[in-house]
Nanobody
Framework: QVQLVESGGGLVQAGGSLRLSCAASGRTFSNYAMGWFRQAPGKERQLVAAISWSGRKTYYADSVKGRFTISRDNAKATVFLQMNSLKPEDTAVYYC??????????????????WGQGTQVTVSS
């Protein structure tokens, strides 16, 4: 089992920045590919960014490319999502997720093994 706890959400004005953190406990963090998802009211959950075990491979949704950066610190068992130039349409509950992959790759799609409880991000115009 892997437990994931997100933090860092909040209310920010458009153009501002937030840094989300996801602390993992349980099994060896460095064995897991990680992802950040978001879900806005009335919309499906969307993969925003993903990162491989090593951190060398990343993926970003088109809507956040150039504005968001995913990173990880395996020694601290934490994954981060730096969000810059935030827009009102970024408003959502943000979730981190972990998935055990046999190779050093990103996991696309939503079939992750473990999920956090989510943190609210609200961007005002």
């Amino acid at each position: 089992q892997v437990q994931l706890v997100e933090s860092g959400g909040g209310l920010v004005q458009a153009g501002g920045s937030l840094r989300l953190s996801c602390a993992a406990s349980g099994r060896t963090f460095s064995n897991y590919a990680m992802g950040w998802f978001r879900q806005a009211p009335g919309k499906e959950r969307q993969l925003v960014a993903a990162i491989s075990w090593s951190g060398r491979k990343t993926y970003y949704a088109d809507s956040v490319k150039g504005r968001f950066t995913i990173s990880r610190d395996n020694a601290k068992a934490t994954v981060f999502l730096q969000m810059n130039s935030l827009k009102p349409e970024d408003t959502a509950v943000y979730y981190c997720a972990a998935d055990s992959l046999r190779i050093d790759a990103v996991r696309l799609g939503s079939s992750y093994d473990y999920w956090g409880q989510g943190t609210q991000v609200t961007v005002s115009s």
